[in-house]
């Protein structure tokens, strides 16, 4: 052979390496492209070019992180539904336990952002009896917790995450929240007492004021009958008396339930901002 | 040496179409993709990449797809700037022609003013008098005669269409004077007139209730109570008055929405008389 | 030549305010929030006008709330309550006017047959606004009974 024909070969072939190792990037380019997209925050962007990747791709290298991607960037941008379709999709494509796994939590998680919360535990409940996950359960356990919280049942909250090896912090935390609540049902119970659901409760001003009344329309009503004007009397007594005596019963629990609202909310704000651990 | 040269030549000449550069930004690719998310009806994003195929290679049958998408994301005003560009000799043009009209419709709701193609083929045709007949609902008084309009529907749709033009041409309004008028005479009669019979009742009950507790009181010399009930009568009274005409009002406002409602969910369900595209297939 | 330049332009332009155009379509990033909705009903309690009578008249409905309404319970099945019905009523027309709807609201919250006459909010309650009653018939908003309002 020439030392011509010999330097072309050689230059042909390291030509056609150089474009194998380019060709083959071609596909990782583009995903870099969507991560990095998504990574900017510039999610709508980031879903176009995952689906484009998604639907040149053959080998299917890339569908499983393509498709949790394009659901975790539906999720930022509040498409609830979309994202719960990406992530099934990428369930579906999983390879390894570990990919169906995080796959299914991120569904999990949807359901309790969007308080789907029955739909969450069914979730949970059938990942827990999947053989292959069992060495997962504190991980369950753990949003099995925050399933709880987003349900407002913070005493089983507190429950589940102290089956979990050092998760005291929230343990401590939703045992505070659920000893701050009131309880709406003694609000109303205190109530046949006038005045005294709503001093429960720590609303004064209301209070007083309801004793108030009940106590002049329980007068004038009483004293109607004494003067036996009985037809007085029963006018008193149930448009005014009544309506006063329930209003008193029905505020208290108000009261109740709209303070353990606050103190709910109050507590969701903490965990959204400040809480520095896993969150859904 | 020479044998290991050819044969590493040989291994990657198998390797080398397995792992051709892959232009994901190609026109044809674009296309394809374009065409994939059209189907799978996420249009904004087929708009987008539809905008970024080169020139050269846009055609007409694209631009009516993005018509398309742009009217099913319900933006109507910029389908109809899409519609400019078509060409008025090409295949798509009358399809492309009657999407139009249909986004002018909605936008604006008023009798459609358009003239037929003659490359109408004889299904657009239908579609083209079906739809300038049925804009004429939107105008003030009718174009012609009940008949001549139900002629253009089929039959299936004759009841719903004879329906919605008497509502809208011969309204079955009541009268606000009259429930005024009919209230003060008895008090409650102009609700029940506009068809409240429960707040008419009412009405009835509680002017009465004040009347007789008013007439008692002044039987029973007790004038300052019979006075105060005289004037929560009256007040009742006047009361009631103004909300039969208000309530005669508040009907006649349902009977409109029950048409524009009716339409709006009629032309819907029909696909405002379009032809159904199928590029998927 | 220059109509060529001209065309050519024309189609940047319309792809350029395409491209813009489905810029701003497009969804972004969005914050979700951890915090359950609030389904209570809350008093307004603040002047609107400066006025005496508005005044007097704001006095008497923030004292009869006060003393009385926020004490004897949930009574109203329509919202808004109806004195808060009476404040818009006399807002959007006069004191007049304003008193005869408000006389026509309280005979109409007597019925008690009223169940499939209103929309209903959010919360359950009859959506019943003052600008349905001022007699001017192009302010009038029909919603169907089956209709559930999501404003306020």
């Given at each position: 052979?020439?030392?011509?024909i010999k330097?072309?070969?050689?230059?042909?072939?390291?030509?056609?390496s150089?474009?194998?190792?380019?060709a083959?990037?071609s596909?990782?380019?583009q995903?870099?492209?969507?991560?990095?997209?998504?990574?900017?925050?510039?999610?709508f962007?980031a879903?176009?070019e995952?689906?484009?990747l998604l639907?040149?791709?053959?080998?299917?290298?890339?569908?499983f992180?393509s498709?949790?991607?394009?659901?975790?960037?539906?999720k930022?941008?509040?498409?609830?539904?979309?994202?719960?379709?990406?992530?099934?999709?990428?369930?579906?494509?999983?390879?390894?336990?570990?990919?169906?796994?995080?796959?299914?939590?991120?569904?999990i998680?949807i359901?309790?952002?969007?308080?789907?919360?029955?739909r969450?535990?069914?979730?949970?409940?059938?990942?827990?009896?999947?053989?292959?996950?069992s060495?997962?359960?504190?991980?369950?356990?753990?949003?099995?917790?925050?399933?709880?919280?987003?349900?407002?049942?913070?005493?089983?909250?507190?429950?589940?995450?102290?089956?979990?090896?050092?998760?005291?912090q929230?343990?401590?935390?939703?045992?505070?929240i659920?000893?701050d609540?009131?309880?709406?049902?003694?609000?109303?119970?205190l109530?046949i007492?006038?005045?005294?659901?709503?001093?429960?409760?720590?609303e004064?001003?209301?209070?007083?004021?309801?004793i108030?009344?009940?106590?002049?329309?329980g007068?004038?009503?009483?004293?109607?009958?004494?003067?036996d004007?009985?037809?007085?009397?029963?006018?008193?007594?149930?448009?005014?008396?009544?309506?006063f005596?329930?209003g008193?019963?029905?505020?208290?629990?108000?009261?109740?339930?709209?303070?353990?609202?606050?103190?709910?909310n109050?507590a969701?704000r903490?965990?959204?901002?400040?809480?520095?651990?896993?969150?859904? | 040496m020479?044998?290991?040269f050819?044969?590493?030549?040989?291994?990657?000449?198998l390797a080398f179409?397995?792992?051709?550069?892959?232009d994901f930004?190609?026109?044809?690719n674009?296309?394809?993709?374009?065409?994939?998310?059209?189907?799978?009806?996420?249009?904004?994003?087929?708009?987008?990449?539809?905008?970024?195929?080169?020139?050269?290679?846009?055609?007409?049958?694209?631009?009516?797809?993005?018509?398309?998408?742009?009217?099913?994301l319900?933006?109507?005003?910029?389908?109809?700037?899409?519609?400019?560009?078509i060409?008025?000799?090409?295949?798509?043009?009358?399809?492309?022609?009657?999407?139009?009209?249909k986004?002018?419709?909605?936008?604006?709701?008023t009798?459609l003013?358009?003239?037929?193609?003659s490359?109408?083929?004889?299904?657009?045709?239908?579609?083209f008098n079906?739809?300038?007949?049925v804009s004429?609902?939107?105008g003030?008084?009718?174009?012609v005669t009940?008949?001549?309009?139900?002629?253009?529907?089929?039959?299936?749709?004759?009841?719903?269409?004879?329906h919605?033009?008497?509502?809208?041409?011969?309204?079955?309004?009541?009268s606000?004077?009259?429930?005024?008028?009919?209230?003060?005479i008895?008090?409650?009669s102009?609700?029940?007139?506009?068809?409240?019979?429960?707040d008419?009742?009412?009405g009835?009950?509680?002017?009465?209730?004040?009347?007789?507790?008013?007439?008692?009181n002044?039987?029973?010399?007790?004038?300052?109570?019979?006075?105060?009930?005289t004037g929560?009568?009256?007040?009742?009274?006047?009361?009631?008055?103004?909300?039969?005409?208000?309530?005669?009002?508040?009907?006649?406002?349902?009977i409109?929405f029950?048409?524009?409602?009716?339409?709006?969910?009629?032309?819907?369900?029909?696909?405002?008389?379009?032809?159904?595209?199928?590029?998927?297939? | 030549?220059?109509s060529?330049?001209?065309?050519f332009?024309?189609?940047?332009l319309?792809?350029?305010?395409?491209?813009?155009?489905?810029?701003?379509?497009k969804?972004?990033?969005?914050?979700?929030?951890?915090?359950?909705?609030d389904?209570?009903?809350?008093?307004?309690?603040?002047?609107?006008s400066?006025?005496a009578?508005?005044?007097?008249?704001?006095?008497?409905?923030?004292?009869?709330?006060f003393?009385?309404?926020?004490?004897?319970?949930?009574n109203?099945a329509?919202?808004?309550?109806?004195?808060?019905?009476?404040?818009?009523?006399?807002?959007?027309t006069?004191?007049?006017q304003?008193?005869?709807m408000?006389?026509?609201?309280?005979?109409?919250?007597?019925?008690?047959?009223?169940?499939n006459?209103y929309p209903?909010?959010?919360s359950?309650?009859?959506?019943?606004?003052?600008?349905?009653?001022t007699?001017?018939q192009?302010?009038?908003?029909y919603?169907?009974?089956?209709?559930v309002?999501?404003?306020?």
């Open positions: 052979m020439t030392s011509v330097i072309f070969l050689v230059v042909v072939f390291f030509v056609f150089g474009t194998i190792l380019i083959q990037n596909f990782e380019e995903f870099n492209l969507a991560k990095k997209l998504y990574d900017q925050e510039n999610y962007d879903v176009t995952f689906k484009r639907y040149f791709s053959d080998k299917g290298v890339y569908n992180e498709n949790f991607l394009i659901g975790l960037s539906y930022n941008g509040n498409k609830f539904s979309d994202a719960l379709q990406y992530f099934t999709l990428s369930d579906l494509s999983s390879t390894t336990s570990d990919e169906a796994f995080e796959s299914r939590l991120e569904i998680k359901n309790i952002l969007r308080r789907t919360t029955e969450a535990f069914v979730l949970l409940d059938s990942l827990q009896n999947t053989a292959k996950f060495n997962r359960i504190d991980e369950i356990n753990y949003w099995r917790g925050w399933a709880y919280i987003f349900s407002d049942d913070w005493d089983k909250a507190s429950a589940t995450f102290s089956k979990i090896q050092n998760e005291n929230l343990v401590v935390f939703c045992d505070s659920k000893s609540f009131y309880n709406p049902q003694l609000a109303k119970y109530s007492l006038p005045g005294a659901g709503q001093f429960y409760t720590g004064y001003v209301s209070g007083f004021i309801s108030g009344w009940n106590v002049l329309w007068y004038l009503t009483i004293n109607a009958f004494i003067e004007r009985v037809l007085d009397g029963v006018l008193i007594g149930s448009l005014l008396w009544w309506r005596y329930s008193n019963i029905q505020n208290a629990e108000k009261f109740a339930l709209e303070k353990n609202l606050e103190i709910t109050s969701l903490y965990l959204q901002n400040h809480f520095n651990g896993k969150k859904p | 020479r044998k290991i050819v044969i590493t030549f040989l291994i990657q000449l179409p397995q792992s051709t550069s892959f930004h190609s026109p044809q674009i296309k394809l993709f374009a065409d994939h998310l059209f189907c799978e009806s996420d249009y904004l994003r087929a708009i987008e990449e539809y905008a970024l195929i080169d020139g050269q290679f846009v055609n007409d049958t694209i631009d009516f797809k993005i018509m398309l998408s742009y009217s099913n319900g933006l109507f005003k910029l389908s109809n700037e899409v519609f400019k560009r060409n008025n000799g090409s295949i798509i043009y009358p399809d492309s022609y009657l999407l139009s009209m986004n002018e419709l909605v936008i604006k709701s009798p003013e358009y003239s037929i193609l490359s109408f083929n004889l299904s657009q045709q239908k579609s079906r739809l300038v007949s004429t609902l939107y003030e008084k009718p174009v009940k008949n001549d309009f139900l002629s253009v529907f089929s039959a299936e749709d004759h009841d719903i269409i004879s919605l033009y008497d509502y809208k041409f011969d309204p079955p309004y009541k606000p004077t009259l429930a005024g008028i009919f209230s003060a008895i008090p409650g102009g609700k029940m007139y506009v068809g409240e019979w429960g008419g009742i009412t009835l009950l509680v002017t009465g209730l004040f009347a007789f507790l008013a007439y008692d002044f039987k029973a010399d007790h004038t300052a109570r019979a006075w105060l009930f929560v009568g009256a007040f009742f009274y006047a009361g009631n008055i103004y909300g039969s005409i208000a309530s005669a009002q508040i009907f006649n406002a349902k409109d029950e048409f524009s409602n009716g339409l709006k969910v009629f032309l819907e369900n029909k696909n405002y008389f379009l032809p159904e595209y199928d590029f998927c297939n | 030549m220059q060529k330049l001209f065309f332009l024309f189609i940047l319309i792809t350029t305010s395409v491209f813009c155009q489905i810029e701003n379509l969804w972004q990033k969005e914050n979700i929030s951890y915090e359950k909705p389904q209570f009903r809350k008093r307004n309690y603040s002047f609107q400066d006025n009578g508005e005044f007097i008249k704001k006095s008497l409905v923030n004292a009869y709330w003393f009385i309404s926020d004490v004897d319970g949930d109203c329509f919202q808004p309550t109806c004195s808060s019905f009476f404040i818009d009523a006399t807002e959007e006069n004191i007049f304003g008193s005869l408000f006389s026509d609201r309280l005979i109409r919250d007597s019925n008690p047959f009223k169940i006459d209903r909010d959010k359950g309650y009859y959506y019943d606004p003052a600008y349905n009653y007699l001017s192009g302010r009038i908003k919603l169907p009974p089956t209709f309002a999501d404003d306020e």
